[in-house]
């Protein structure tokens, strides 16, 4: 026997064991470690993911109790949709793209309803694409004023980066949105009864 195998063991008063033996345990062991510590990160990242995910769903793709940023709403003649109009009273913005199927199939949702409450001013803002041509096309598809937003100012202040969403104002505060196109029968049913009880 080895010095090595006889000092391992003899020194603290237990049976020798082999120099490699020893460590083959340590390294087990320190695996089984790092393999437990992958598994507990990797299940607070879902959780953690997952609770968020539910969070943002729940609250909409923009942030509620916001003020509404200012904007930079422009017709076809150029001319500024006052601040004032969208900070007053009650509003929803709609933001579009007059070449998106989903903005499409929410036109025809609104379609019928835009003109059930006449204290709710409805707009389209159009984000994207060439400014005259965009509100041409978006005016002929859409049953509301429809609006560009200049520099991409509003959508990039309120971090949408996709269409369709609505976003509900009062009085300059952002109280409620939406993401994507209102398909689903619950989804219409659930913005019918909010559109008559607000």
């Given at each position: 026997?080895?010095n090595?195998?006889?000092d391992?063991?003899e020194r603290?008063?237990l049976?020798?064991?082999p120099?490699?033996?020893?460590?083959?345990?340590k390294i087990i062991?320190?695996?089984?470690l790092?393999i437990?510590?992958?598994?507990?990160?990797c299940a607070?990242?879902?959780?953690?993911?997952?609770?968020?995910?539910?969070?943002?769903?729940?609250q909409?793709p923009v942030?509620?109790g916001?003020?509404?940023?200012?904007?930079?709403l422009?017709?076809?003649s150029?001319?500024?949709?006052?601040?004032?109009?969208?900070?007053?009273?009650?509003?929803?913005l709609?933001f579009?793209t007059p070449?998106?199927?989903a903005?499409?199939k929410?036109?025809?949702?609104?379609?019928?309803?835009?003109?059930?409450?006449s204290?709710?001013?409805?707009?389209?803002?159009?984000?994207?694409?060439?400014?005259a041509r965009?509100?041409r096309?978006?005016?002929?598809?859409f049953p509301?004023?429809v609006?560009?937003d200049?520099?991409?100012r509003?959508?990039?202040q309120?971090?949408?980066?996709?269409v369709?969403i609505?976003?509900f104002?009062d009085?300059?505060?952002?109280?409620?949105s939406w993401?994507?196109a209102t398909?689903?029968?619950k989804?219409?049913?659930?913005?019918?009864q909010?559109?008559?009880?607000?």
């Amino acid at each position: 026997m080895s010095n090595a195998v006889r000092d391992s063991g003899e020194r603290h008063g237990l049976p020798a064991q082999p120099a490699t033996e020893t460590s083959s345990k340590k390294i087990i062991w320190i695996s089984s470690l790092a393999i437990l510590f992958v598994l507990v990160f990797c299940a607070a990242f879902v959780v953690f993911y997952t609770r968020n995910d539910r969070n943002k769903a729940a609250q909409g793709p923009v942030n509620s109790g916001n003020s509404l940023p200012p904007a930079e709403l422009v017709n076809e003649s150029n001319q500024l949709l006052a601040d004032s109009q969208l900070k007053t009273g009650k509003v929803v913005l709609v933001f579009i793209t007059p070449e998106c199927d989903a903005c499409l199939k929410e036109s025809e949702f609104l379609k019928g309803l835009v003109s059930k409450r006449s204290d709710i001013r409805f707009y389209g803002v159009v984000s994207y694409g060439d400014m005259a041509r965009a509100l041409r096309e978006a005016k002929q598809k859409f049953p509301f004023e429809v609006y560009y937003d200049r520099g991409f100012r509003l959508a990039g202040q309120l971090g949408i980066n996709r269409v369709p969403i609505k976003i509900f104002v009062d009085n300059g505060i952002i109280k409620k949105s939406w993401g994507g196109a209102t398909v689903e029968e619950k989804a219409k049913a659930d913005f019918v009864q909010w559109l008559a009880e607000v």
